[in-house]
């Protein structure tokens, strides 16, 4: 289906999902219709008008953004030609000056357009790839992809605020016949459907960059090879020339959510030539871990393999060779993988509840007092599920000796998840941010003689990650380093620090040892309680 067909749909389908909750809304709280749509009306106007410009300044103050840099001349030459053939103006472009590769837009239309690149881009990709990335940005404009899911994220955050406003209503309600709980559970429901479809449509919305940015390349193989230097990492070549005009969020190269751009890079030299079976290697765990279909539905992105594969239905209508042939046979299911890890996951819970359950049926509430039963049941509750919360912290973080590894090894595992952890030891250079450019985030990125690595820094007090991000991590900049810690997967892969050795020094994140000291706290006083209500 056409692109805008597909956007009319998801328009139509969103807000009359949001019309159907205001008109009972309104009918339920017995207030006049037009005032519940004239404040729909003032969000989307006040959003659309005023968000590109606090984008500009959180770009300029938090990423120090250059709107002022000499950006290279093929690539000038080419994005004017560009939108001179597509009726677009010439975007206003941004430069961060951050060795992690990271290129997103935004705006409100074709007129008022920002793309932002950072230095890493430059140093990765050659002069064809950083073309068909900035092509894939210049699709977004083209298709007023921002505007449009301006409109779209309208819906979900109006009906939120019908959800709140109507939980505080019937919470405070004292009415029989007062049906504002039931909207208000309907309002949340509503939401969260909403929530998806907006994924769904920022995923296809995706596509069609893709497919934007290799028609107007004539080269969807270099947009394929920037995915993979990227998004998977896996270098196509060995480049000696420097960053471009190098100084001294959102989304890595619109692959992945902001609040997952945890983004890796994986070098795979041989003279110039690409590894394909380190390719392959990185897409089997998109290909076969259940974990990569689950993950992808709260993606406002694609997988990359998909991606990937598209490009290369692409490449054979131009009468090209497909950049990637995914040939590898899958070995075995992963689905009992999948089933064991998500019951560790919901083990505490459901042990908890279970807990819950079995006492309250065994004990008999008449025998003590109703204070001593509670502190019973309820400790009981605790103690079950904190307990388990311990056999899973122990699956999770999996404390065998650190192995040497590298990402272009730890890139090709494929039973690997946010539950089953790999401990791992990685050396190499700490090369930008986690967030490129952002001085408010604590987390690197480490490139070794392989790639790139996210890694994932973090103390138990957020304070205490936000003075280190302001005031110590740039000291870590360029420096070698040596770290430890558990090597997870999302839809893009990240490294769990525990320590990072550096100039002969230790830096640990407490993290790990005061989930520890917590859950043996919580268990303690849970056991406390239970013990406590049979004595007394």
């Avoid at 504002?180 to 939401?191: D, E, K, P, R």
Wanted: glycine residues 6%; neutral net charge; aromatic residues 14%.
């Amino acid at each position: 289906m056409p692109l805008l067909g597909v956007s009319v749909i998801t328009l139509a389908v969103l807000y009359g999902l949001l019309a159907v909750i205001l008109v009972v809304v309104a009918i339920a709280v017995e207030a006049p219709l037009w005032i519940a749509f004239a404040i729909v009306i003032v969000v989307i106007v006040v959003q659309f008008l005023i968000a590109p410009w606090l984008t500009d300044l959180m770009q300029k103050w938090f990423y120090k953004t250059n709107f002022d840099m000499k950006f290279p001349s093929y690539l000038e030459k080419f994005i004017r030609e560009t939108c001179d053939e597509h009726g677009v103006k010439y975007p206003k472009m941004g430069f961060i000056d951050d060795g992690a590769p990271n290129a997103f837009t935004y705006g409100r239309t074709k007129s008022d357009a920002r793309i932002v690149l950072t230095r890493g881009i430059f140093e990765l990709l050659d002069e064809e790839e950083v073309k068909a990335v900035v092509a894939h940005e210049i699709g977004h404009i083209v298709h007023y992809d921002m505007a449009i899911m301006t409109m779209v994220q309208i819906v979900p955050m109006v009906m939120y605020m019908v959800y709140s406003a109507l939980s505080r209503t019937s919470s405070s309600s004292s009415s029989k016949n007062d049906y504002t709980g039931i909207v208000a559970l309907v309002a949340y429901v509503f939401y969260i459907v909403c929530q998806y479809i907006i994924l769904w449509l920022s995923r296809v919305r995706e596509y069609y960059a893709d497919e934007f940015s290799a028609e107007v390349t004539h080269a969807p193989n270099a947009l394929a090879s920037a995915l993979v230097n990227i998004g998977f990492g896996l270098s196509t070549r060995e480049k000696d020339d420097k960053a471009v005009g190098s100084a001294s969020g959102e989304s890595t190269l619109g692959i992945f959510d902001a609040k997952n751009s945890k983004s890796m890079v994986v070098s795979c030299y041989n003279d110039g030539k690409i590894y394909s079976s380190r390719i392959k290697g990185a897409m089997k765990w998109e290909l076969w871990n259940t974990w990569a279909f689950w993950y992808e539905l709260a993606s406002t992105h694609p997988l990359i393999s998909k991606r990937i594969f598209r490009l290369g239905k692409m490449a054979l209508e131009n009468g090209q060779e497909p950049f990637v042939n995914f040939d590898l046979k899958k070995p075995e299911s992963y689905v009992d993988d999948f089933l064991r890890e998500f019951a560790i996951s919901i083990l505490p819970w459901v042990g908890a509840i279970a807990a819950g359950i079995v006492a309250y049926l065994y004990f008999d509430p008449y025998s003590v007092e109703i204070e001593l039963y509670f502190a019973r049941l309820i400790g009981i509750v605790f103690a079950v599920g904190t307990a388990l919360s311990i056999l899973k912290y122990l699956f999770t973080h999996p404390r065998r000796n650190y192995f040497e590894a590298n990402t272009a090894g730890l890139l090709s595992e494929v039973k690997v998840s946010m539950i089953r952890s790999i401990p791992a030891q990685l050396t190499g250079t700490i090369i930008g941010r986690g967030n490129p450019g952002c001085i408010f985030n604590e987390d690197f990125v480490l490139r070794d003689e392989t790639g790139i690595m996210f890694l994932d820094y973090n103390q138990p007090l957020w304070i205490i990650n936000k003075v280190f991000a302001l005031f110590k991590s740039p000291q870590y900049f360029n420096k070698k380093v040596t770290v430890y810690g558990w090597y997870r997967r999302n839809i893009v892969p990240f490294f769990e620090l525990y320590s990072m050795e550096i100039d002969g020094q230790v830096k640990k994140c407490y993290s790990y040892g005061f989930g520890w000291a917590w859950r043996i706290i919580l268990l303690a006083i849970a056991a406390l309680a239970v013990v406590g209500s049979f004595v007394l």
